[in-house]
């Protein structure tokens, strides 16, 4: 009998309760990686903010304990613990061990609410070797315990407490065994919390790391300022056109809405938007209606603002964009988000109802404030001119096949599959390293472009001057996809695009520049994990016939230390450049597959990646000084200085 004929009843596995979570767990938490785990927290976390925004909780505590543990504190009405009238079991199990149960499904508990799908704290529950949680409220401190998922015993009383105490608190320790990572990292996670804050006007969030006893790390936060706190906190780096952010609180059809605004004068645009305290990463239909919005405004006040017009020159969405730093914040009640992790909104109206509320208001606020009106449009102005001139060059260049695709640049050593996701190109430094790069590469499926010293830092360059650069333009006409709005994903020739520097600090900073042309031009590459860092060795260590090669300088003391004390000697050699390594060295230690070790670079924080990339890398010079006097001592150390 066929194997096909085989298949009866018997084949299907009917997962109860929370064991599809602990079988498929990336479908519900996007990961087993750190992302994956970090999202447990802001689970947990999300349902102190909501009830938060139903007016309930003004303070919440996030503590990473010893033993990686993480425990969430909140003064909101606390899970109800009475029994349930349909499971006839507590209510708090139910919470903890059903999916698609929450408060979160009743218009008359929740308003709005980030946790929108029921599962959130269930799934903690099932990916934890155990949880805790203990409920004040009703004069009775209530207790229950649980192991991946399922209760341990049923719910019991600790102690009284007075009859206005109330509050939540969980207490759950991740399963080492369902992710690949278990520790939290305390930047991420507070960093998380300052957004909340800054997103919940007067709403107290405090972080702490008691995994070292004497060195308990711990911040408040807390912004009054709310959305202009936030605005002011992004563009820290940047030197604003004026002082104060343009703050709008409206609705948004029937939905509450929150915006902030405020140009400076960098080339880039920085909007961020949160539904319902969520990050919605890639935007969505309030993003759309936002820009629609603003540009209608910004180009009906522009026009009596401007100095002097030129004829052949409009205003455009893009024009509006540049330099802008911009919050939307808005609180919808049935959000229609992409899968449980939120990262796109999809309710159609609320893009008609942000674009209405976005032109009235700034309608209202450009008529009552003719100066900074007239700094907008000249910014904007200025701008459309720039894009003008740039569509001339990127024009010229075209012609060339530069941008369109029409040929590749002579410089480029391609390789021979055109399957994008087998294909890798090496972005190497230099024509020595080139060279020994294309020697030792496998040429079925790895492509070289080396590039000639250090690319144009676009952080401090507008359009026309980008698409002036030759080795920009290469690396463009090399990877295929363009840039920006002409970005097509599709068009991507290679699935691994590897940066490979040499290891001291002026790769470093080609490094550095090569990433923020990436994030700036071709972020989709950056957000879809197609961009890496090659990892080079710092020394050779030879013994007799054997040769080691060493990636830190604490692996060769380590190494070199041990070699001597087993009465052998150990030959040193330093790699100052990669240039300096025969095709063999360079393939098998840097470009193999099977022996190279590759950092994919991704975005964690996208607030915290512009505002790194601006502090580096932009115009203000302040903030990268202090930068480099709060770091140079763990360069110094390293050099035993």
């Known amino acids: 009998m066929s194997e096909a004929n085989n298949y009866s009843g018997s084949n299907i596995t009917v997962l109860e309760g929370l064991e599809a979570v602990r079988v498929r767990p990336a479908m519900y938490i996007g990961s087993t990686d750190g992302r994956g785990l970090h999202h447990l927290v802001w689970e947990v976390v999300d ?145 998380r919390a300052r957004e909340f804050a800054f997103l919940n006007k007067g709403l107290t969030l405090i972080v702490s790391d008691e995994r070292v006893q004497d060195d308990i790390k711990k911040e408040e936060f807390c912004y009054p300022g709310g959305l202009g706190s936030f605005i002011e906190y992004i563009d820290q780096n940047r030197k604003p056109l004026f002082q104060k952010p343009i703050v709008i609180s409206a609705e948004a059809g029937s939905y509450p809405l929150e915006i902030a605004i405020r140009y400076t004068d960098s080339y880039q645009d920085n909007l961020f938007s949160f539904v319902n305290n969520v990050n919605t990463y890639d935007g969505g239909t309030h993003i759309t209606g936002f820009k629609t919005g603003l540009t209608r405004v910004v180009v009906k006040h522009a026009a009596g603002k401007i100095s002097k017009p030129k004829k052949d020159v409009e205003i455009s969405g893009a024009d509006v964009l540049e330099g802008l730093t911009a919050i939307i914040a808005i609180k919808i009640p049935q959000p229609q988000f992409e899968g449980q992790t939120k990262r796109k909104l999809g309710n159609s109206e609320a893009k008609s109802g942000v674009e209405v509320a976005i032109f009235k208001a700034l309608d209202e606020f450009f008529v009552e404030n003719p100066a900074i009106t007239k700094i907008i449009a000249e910014k904007v102005y200025n701008t459309a001119e720039g894009r003008v ?73 507008n359009d026309v001057q980008i698409f002036s650069n030759d080795e920009i333009k290469t690396m463009i006409q090399s990877i295929g996809t363009g840039i920006r709005d002409d970005f097509k994903l599709e068009k991507l020739r290679y699935h691994k695009i590897i940066i490979m520097t040499d290891a001291d600090v002026d790769g470093s900073h080609i490094q550095t520049l090569l990433l923020t042309f990436f994030y700036r031009y071709m ?23 054997q040769e080691t090669y060493c990636f830190s300088d604490e692996d060769k003391d380590e190494l070199v230390s041990s070699i001597r004390e087993s009465g052998k000697k150990a030959e040193l050699q330093r790699y100052k450049g990669l240039g300096e390594m025969n095709p063999d ?20 924080d996208a607030i915290n990646a512009d505002q790194i990339f601006s502090m580096l890398m932009g115009e203000e010079v302040e903030p990268r000084r202090k930068f480099i006097e709060a770091n140079a001592y763990k360069v110094l150390d390293k050099l035993d200085v």
């Open 523 to 545: 972020r989709p590459l950056v957000d879809g994990g197609y961009v890496y860092l090659a990892t080079p060795p710092l020394y050779r260590v030879k013994s007799g016939r």
């Open 47 to 191: 349902n102190s903010v909501d009830e938060a925004l139903a007016g309930y909780c003004s303070k919440i505590d996030i503590s990473i304990m010893p033993g990686n543990g993480i425990r969430v504190v909140d003064n909101g009405r606390g899970i109800p613990t009475d029994i349930h009238p349909k499971e006839k079991v507590g209510t708090l199990q139910v919470v903890m061990t059903k999916l698609h149960a929450g408060g979160k499904f009743d218009d008359n508990s929740y308003k709005v609410s980030a946790g929108l799908h029921g599962v959130g704290v269930s799934c903690v529950n099932a990916l934890s070797t155990k949880l805790i949680a203990t409920i004040t409220r009703g004069g009775k401190i209530i207790r229950q315990e649980f192991s991946r998922g399922n209760p341990i015993a049923p719910q019991y009383e600790i102690g009284t407490a007075p009859m206005d105490a109330h509050g939540t608190c969980i207490e759950f320790y991740p399963d080492s065994s369902i992710f690949t990572e278990t520790e939290y990292n305390y930047e991420t996670i507070a960093t």
């Open 585 to 604: 060295q360079l393939a098998s230690t840097t470009m193999a597959p099977e022996t190279r070790v590759l950092k994919q670079c991704c975005v964690e």
């Open 389 to 461: 001139a740039m569509r001339k060059a990127k024009d010229a260049v075209s012609r060339k096949g530069i941008l369109e695709g029409g040929g590749l640049p002579g410089k480029l050593s391609d390789c021979s599959s055109r399957d994008p996701e087998k294909c890798e190109l090496f972005l190497v430094e230099g024509d020595s390293a080139g060279g020994s790069a294309k020697q030792g590469r496998t040429r079925e499926y790895q492509a070289i472009l080396a590039l000639k010293g250090k690319i144009l830092n676009v952080e401090k360059a």
